[in-house]
C-alpha cells in the first residue's frame, strides 16, 4: 500500500480492498432446496452501474 495514505484509511482499504475491484462470491439455498451461486461484482460498468450488480453463476444440481 502507499507510505502516503493515512492510517484511518489504510484499515478502510485494508478491508474494503480497491474502489470497484474485486468480486464477492455467495452460495444461497432457497426454500425449496435449489442451490445457486452467485456474486456481486464490484467493477465499474457504466456511470449508472457505479455500485456493481449482482450475477447468478449457476444453479447447482
Same mark, same amino acid.
Given at each position: 500500500? =502507499?507510505?502516503?495514505?493515512?492510517? !484511518?484509511? @489504510?484499515?478502510?482499504? =485494508?478491508?474494503?480492498?480497491?474502489?470497484?475491484?474485486?468480486?464477492?462470491?455467495?452460495?444461497?439455498?432457497?426454500?425449496?432446496?435449489?442451490?445457486?451461486?452467485?456474486?456481486?461484482?464490484? =467493477?465499474?460498468?457504466? @456511470?449508472?452501474?457505479?455500485?456493481?450488480?449482482? !450475477? @447468478?453463476?449457476?444453479? @447447482? !444440481?
Amino acid at each position: 500500500m =502507499a507510505h502516503s495514505i493515512r492510517p !484511518t484509511n @489504510l484499515r478502510k482499504a =485494508a478491508r474494503r480492498g480497491s474502489v470497484g475491484v474485486g468480486r464477492f462470491y455467495f452460495r444461497v439455498k432457497v426454500e425449496d432446496g435449489r442451490v445457486f451461486d452467485l456474486y456481486y461484482d464490484r =467493477a465499474v460498468k457504466s @456511470l449508472d452501474q457505479r455500485k456493481g450488480m449482482w !450475477t @447468478l453463476d449457476q444453479e @447447482l !444440481t
